[in-house]
């Protein structure tokens, strides 16, 4: 289910966070996008949210993004096992995703994927996976 999990970074300048990033992954941008109140990077492990501090308040403390392969077998997962779905599932720039508190009190949020950027992130055709 899960395929690949990033370390968020929130800042209030993307383009100031960007080149030591660059560096230390040997990687460019596989996204860059404007969403919201947001200016979203994925790179490398890393996705990098920029906005101002009371925007990105929202998403201190949060585990994620977690991209998995199946957004709809996840979320039944996750509510089966009693997590509080705490921002239903939405469409945004980099695919289909939600917000989760589990029962221990963490809160993740789920990402799966556009199949575009599934096979840039992943390199390879095999990227896009169907549950069976």
């Not at 209030?12 to 990687?27: I, M």
């Not at 009190?105 to 994927?113: A, H, K, T």
Request: hydrophobic share 40%; glycine share 10%.
């Amino acid at each position: 289910m899960i395929r690949k999990t990033y370390a968020r970074v929130l800042t209030n300048d993307l383009d100031a966070t960007l080149p030591v990033l660059r560096e230390l992954t040997g990687r460019d941008l596989d996204l860059r996008v404007r969403f919201g109140r947001f200016e979203i990077g994925l790179i490398g492990g890393f996705c990098v949210v920029a906005g101002a501090d009371e925007a990105l308040d929202r998403y201190r403390g949060t585990v994620g993004p977690v991209i998995v392969d199946d957004i709809a077998a996840v979320l039944a997962t996750v509510e089966g096992a009693g997590a509080e779905v705490t921002l239903p599932p939405f469409d945004g720039p980099a695919g289909r995703g939600f917000l989760a508190r589990h029962t221990d009190g963490v809160e993740y949020e789920y990402i799966e994927f556009r199949d575009d950027l599934a096979r840039q992130v992943f390199d390879d055709e095999s990227a896009v996976r169907r549950p069976a």
